[in-house]
């Protein structure tokens, strides 16, 4: 066993001591399909949350999408991100302008050629609104270009009271992920219209009071 491999054990209980990390599957068993699992965004602890909710025969091929300017910021958060969480390393902009601008979401679906499974975001960004803002188009073009990968939603209960935005240290309470029922893209139906059903699978995993 390797020390990312030990780290990863330390960390997936570390997170489920401070969080419960309770995986709720109550519209799909936890499967070793390959999935694309997307769900609200509130904190930097929310990929780390889904991670540690998964069994660990499905963490070791699942990939969570981080930032590339702040989980590569200092050489622990790169080490951590690369070698623990073998995470998809995304840009929040792009690098360049016209023609030769690289897609950002060449790496997403570079991960997903290889056979691995993701945890996204597709809000974009994080709010602490609670409701989650309008999905951006990344989730759409995944499922244009990977048809027969399972897209499963899922919500994410209480992390914002563990890490809220703007805060650094992490309180310890209960938080929940509970996994919905795959969805695809139908024939025919536009981006909008998927996107907007794609929130609401998620916004329906809400638990009652949550």
Not at 62 to 82: E, G, M, V
Not at 92 to 104: I, L
Not at 106 to 123: H, K, M, R, T, Y
């Amino acid at each position: 066993m390797t020390r990312a491999d030990l780290a990863g054990q330390l960390l997936a209980f570390i997170a489920r001591l401070i969080t419960g990390a309770q995986g709720h599957w109550k519209g799909c068993p936890p499967q070793a399909l390959q999935r694309i699992y997307f769900a609200n965004h509130q904190s930097h602890l929310d990929w780390v949350l889904i991670w540690a909710s998964l069994p660990g025969e499905l963490r070791a091929q699942t990939r969570p999408i981080a930032a590339k300017d702040y989980w590569t910021a200092s050489p622990f958060k790169h080490w951590l991100t690369r070698e623990v969480f073998n995470a998809v390393y995304v840009s929040r902009t792009r690098a360049k302008e016209g023609p030769d601008a690289q897609d950002p979401l060449e790496p997403l679906v570079q991960a997903l050629q290889g056979g691995d499974s993701l945890v996204i975001f597709p809000e974009g960004t994080r709010s602490n609104k609670g409701e989650p803002q309008a999905f951006k188009s990344g989730l759409y073009h995944l499922a244009t270009q990977f048809p027969n990968v399972q897209l499963i939603p899922a919500w994410i209960a209480n992390v914002q009271r563990v890490m809220p935005k703007g805060e650094v240290v992490p309180v310890p309470i209960l938080c929940t992920v509970t996994f919905g029922a795959p969805m695809a893209l139908n024939p025919s139906e536009d981006k909008r219209a998927f996107l907007d059903r794609a929130r609401a699978a998620v916004v329906a995993l809400r638990p009652a009071g949550g």
